[in-house]
Each structure stands twice: as C-alpha cells, then as structure tokens.
C-alpha cells in the first residue's frame, strides 16, 4: 500500500510536470469522472498545483475544480512524454490528463472524484486528517494531544489512523515502532509521553528521509521502495516489516508477527527489543 511518502513523491512529481500548463486531453473510464468531463470541460483548464494530503492526492485545475485521488492498495500515477510507450497494460488506465508536454496517467486509481473547493472540505475521510507528518510546518502538538486521546488504542492501530496524524502506512508502522523500541500492542494509556514523543519524531523522520530529492526517481512515482536503515541493499531496507521469522538486527531474536486492529493488518515487531512492558528506555536509530 503507498504510504504518505510515495503519494508526496507522486504528487511533487506530478505538479512540476503540469502545474502551469493547460490540459490538452483529459481521459476516465471511471463514470463519475467522464460525466464531470461532460458537464463542464476538463480541457482548456490551467493546471494549477497538484498537492499530497496524507494518502490523498489533489489536483487543482482552474475554475475551482479539484481531482481529488485515493491509491488504496493497488494505485499508482505515472508521468509520460506524449507517445512515450507506457509501463503499463492500457486496459489499467483509470485517468488520464494531458498538457503540450507531458502525459499524466492513473493507473488503477480506485477512489477518484471531481470537487470543487467546498466540496472537498465537506468530503468525509479528507476534511478530518490529522497533521500532515510531512507538513513543512508540522503541528506536532495537535499530533500528539490526537494520539493522546485515543488512551485505550493500541499504538499500532493509533499511528494507521489518518485523523490523528496523517502519512503513516502499514510498513513505517512497525519500522516506527521498533526504531522507539515500542511494542506496538501497547495502549497508549501506558506510554509515557517521551515514548509518543518518540514515536512521532521518528514517523516525521522516516518519512522525510524518503521524500529527498535523490530517494524518487521522476518517472515512475509510485516503487515501493523505502529506505529506514540507512542501507544501500534493498534487500536490507527495513527492520522489521515482513521479517517474520528472521533474526533481529539488533540481538538477533526472531521477527515476530501478527494481525492487529479491526482492519487486520500485519504487525511486525521484535519481542526482546520491544517488550510489552515498556521496560526498556526508548532507542533511537538514525534514518537516511
Ligand atoms: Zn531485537
């Protein structure tokens, strides 16, 4: 699933190729979208800025009209030259906006709608996203008195949920945790604040050291690829996330791993370096 990084990532790629420019073509097989298309026009619209919020993706045309994407587990934008062979089957294109210059193509973009500026502060799911951890100017006390709330959560399940704090997938979720050496079954109840303030710093570190200008490579916007260890093997990348079984990289206990939350999703976690009684001081490990 892409995390807060990759979407930044597509979205920063995507705005310097189109923002200024006007759309030359605009393609959906997607029938909300076409009949927007129909209505009022897509082409002859100014690109304005295309943004990340959290997982979500805005592209702004003129005329207060907004291209509001979600990639879910499954989507990705890419960024062509007109007749550039794409990398992908035709029959997976969702969208499709063209300028003079570039193509930029949708590919199995599941949630994708059209909105204008008060729309989209109506639409449920986006006007409720916590601070953006990859905000130029992150509001981390917001973060933590959101996380602070939810006492009886367990922090795996907290650091997932977007209107607490915003960007945070399933990967970076257990790589988070265990950089705090947090088991992430505890309730945040019985975390000390250092320990949130731990698990929160780090999320923001994580996720800028993948948003550098040398981490995205500009075609592509969507690879998956995550650097939390500092490693150049991509082999190496992560800590824990779908290591079960293998040994720690710290003392070498085995990588354990279980389902957790009512959306059951994966946890990976070390059980010596990440005890369930919060009894070992919180660690640091240096991204990038
Ligand atoms: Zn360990």
């Not at 006007?22 to 295309?50: A, H, N």
């Not at 907004?66 to 062509?80: D, R, V």
């Not at 794409?86 to 003079?100: P, S």
């Given at each position: 699933m892409p995390e807060g990084d990759t979407i930044y990532r597509a979205a920063r790629t995507l705005h310097r190729a189109?923002?200024?420019?006007?759309?030359?073509?605009?393609?959906?097989?997607?029938?909300?979208?076409?009949?927007?298309?129909?209505?009022?026009?897509?082409?002859?619209?100014?690109?304005?800025?295309?943004?990340?919020?959290g997982k979500w993706m805005t592209i702004h045309f003129s005329g207060d009209l907004?291209?509001?994407?979600?990639?879910?587990?499954?989507?990705?934008?890419?960024?062509?030259r007109p007749?550039?062979?794409?990398?992908?089957?035709?029959?997976?294109?969702?969208?499709?906006?063209?300028?003079?210059?570039f193509v930029a193509v949708g590919f199995?973009?599941?949630?994708?709608?059209?909105?204008?500026?008060?729309?989209?502060?109506?639409?449920?799911?986006?006007?409720t996203l916590g601070p953006s951890l990859l905000a130029e100017e992150f509001d981390e006390v917001t973060a933590l008195t959101?996380?602070?709330?939810?006492?009886?959560?367990?922090?795996?399940?907290a650091l997932l949920t977007q209107s607490l704090m915003s960007g945070i997938g399933n990967v970076y979720k257990s790589e988070i945790c265990f950089a705090c050496g947090i088991n992430p079954f505890r309730r945040i109840s019985a975390l000390k604040k250092q320990e949130l303030e731990c698990l929160v710093s780090t999320a923001r570190k994580f996720?800028?050291?993948n948003v550098t200008e040398s981490s995205g490579d500009g075609i592509v916007t969507y690879t998956g690829m995550r650097r939390t260890t500092g490693r150049a093997n991509p082999e190496d990348r992560l800590w824990v996330y779908h290591r079960r079984g293998e040994p720690c990289r710290k003392c070498d206990t085995p990588?354990?791993?279980r389902k957790q939350g009512i959306d059951a999703r994966t946890t990976f976690w070390c059980p010596a370096c990440q005890p369930t009684s919060g009894a070992i001081i919180q660690r640091s490990v240096a991204a990038g």
């Open positions: 189109l923002a200024g420019h006007v759309v030359t073509k605009f393609e959906s097989v997607l029938p909300k979208l076409t009949r927007v298309d129909f209505d009022s026009g897509i082409v002859g619209r100014t690109i304005e800025k295309v943004e990340a919020e907004i291209l509001l994407s979600h990639m879910l587990m499954s989507g990705s934008w890419h960024i062509y007749g550039e062979a794409w990398q992908r089957r035709a029959v997976d294109m969702r969208i499709l906006v063209e300028t003079a210059s199995n973009v599941p949630v994708a709608e059209f909105h204008t500026a008060a729309s989209l502060a109506r639409r449920s799911g986006f006007n959101r996380l602070q709330s939810r006492a009886e959560e367990e922090i795996g399940v996720l800028l050291a990588i354990e791993s």
